[in-house]
């Protein structure tokens, strides 16, 4: 039962109530590397060759005195569920749903922490926030079964799928640099007893757009988790946003953006669009 946080240049670290404490010394790995150590923790405790954390040793210290980083600054793969919600169906006049388009794939590369900003890379093309429950991956898993799916699962955190409304395949609008922010951190799986019944809400520029339970994703994390093993191998550390209801909109610069899940936790970004140029100067625009 634990909140494992990144923060302070790679360190792990324990979250309770507002303090953290520092059990990066507890697992053994020479170089994490561009993953990160709670991804190396992951994977090690998966396999059996890792032990457990203990909160109760290392170093504690208020949260107000470090910085949060992503959780997973760089997963091994993330899935989108896109259209998973019946009201962000009807909002968006799609006439299919997750049913029929099946998942997709962000790049990894895409992933910012708590704190930091969401650049918007065009001035003259809507961008838009989608506010989301992420799953992170704990056991291998191929082809699971529903009924299985959540043994697969480490744990869960706070996630924004943003999204430029432009002519592209989903995978190329949604992953621009900065887009996938994730955290403030992961809560493992055995605090979440149903993933299918949190409340959702995510707020822009102190409104209210997005205000949900996670009872009315059309796919559950269970079907939704065996449905993306049905596809591909799920790894250890990587993530699948499990898409998001209606309340979609545009962002602006320096809007900040919140995302709130019940018993998960709360990620707060920003917004920049200092450096947006217009559509039609993107490289290639004009072959066809």
Not at 49 to 64: A, F, I, K, Q, S
Not at 86 to 111: C, Q, R, W
Not at 139 to 164: E, M, Q
Not at 236 to 257: N, Q, S, W
């Amino acid at each position: 039962m634990m909140r494992l946080a990144m923060f302070d240049k790679g360190r792990l670290g324990v979250v309770d109530g507002d303090t953290i404490t520092d059990v990066t010394d507890q697992v053994a790995v020479p170089s994490a590397g561009p993953a990160g150590v709670l991804h190396h923790y992951i994977e090690t405790v998966s396999l059996g060759t890792g032990r457990v954390v203990d909160p109760e040793r290392g170093r504690r210290v208020p949260l107000t005195e470090v910085t949060l980083e992503a959780p997973l600054p760089r997963p091994g793969k993330i899935v989108g569920a896109p259209v998973n919600y019946l009201d962000h169906k009807a909002e968006m006049d799609y006439p299919t749903s997750i049913a029929d388009l099946g998942v997709f794939l962000k790049a990894n590369s895409s992933v910012i922490g708590p704190g930091q900003d969401v650049v918007l890379p065009y001035s003259d093309k809507r961008t838009d926030q989608e506010g989301e429950l992420g799953v992170v991956i704990g056991r291998t898993a191929t082809r699971v079964s529903a009924d299985d799916a959540l043994d697969h699962v480490f744990g869960y955190t706070c996630l924004l799928d943003i999204t430029v409304r432009s002519g592209e395949d989903r995978s190329t609008r949604k992953s621009f640099d900065t887009f996938t922010p994730i955290g403030p951190w992961v809560v493992t799986a055995d605090e979440i007893p149903d993933p299918d019944r949190l409340d959702l809400r995510c707020d822009v520029a102190g409104e209210t757009r997005q205000r949900t339970s996670t009872a009315d994703l059309i796919f559950g994390v269970r079907e939704l988790v065996a449905y993306a093993s049905s596809v591909m191998t799920l790894y250890p550390g990587d993530v699948i946003a499990t898409g998001t209801p209606a309340g979609v909109g545009p962002l602006g610069h320096g809007d900040r953006v919140v995302v709130e899940i019940e018993r998960v936790g709360r990620l707060e970004v920003g917004v920049d669009a200092s450096r947006a140029v217009p559509y039609t100067t993107r490289p290639g625009h004009r072959r066809g």
